[in-house]
């Protein structure tokens, strides 16, 4: 059974850090792409970041650019998202996703691209 698990979220003041980790179990990370999303209050779920299989290559949304990285770990199978300067906007439920896929270097940005998602870790970030 396929598992994505994250954890790392809370709540922080504006300027603050965070890091998300999320847990692959079932399946072996490696062939996977990877990606967050988020869904802030009352709005619709909107993509954050995505690594490719190899973890080489990275793309991330405007809104997060310069602030959050994607990074992964393949011996423990986990991947990870470090926010930095995070601010009341960023106040979401974040969510990673593992898509199975051949390709090693293609970057997948759409929800429906996804096999496989995680339950969620909620930020909050205080003004």
Known sequence: QVQLVESGGGLVQTGGSLRLSCAVSGLTSSGCAMGWFRQPPGMEREFVAAITRTGDNTVYADSVKGRFTISRDFAK???YLDMNSL???????YSC????????NRIYKQESEYD???????VTVSS
């Open 97 to 104: 996703a593992a898509v199975v896929t051949i390709y090693i």
């Open 87 to 93: 601010i009341p906007e960023d106040t979401a439920v």
């Open 116 to 122: 496989y998602w995680g339950q969620g870790t909620q």
């Open 77 to 79: 199978n986990t991947v």
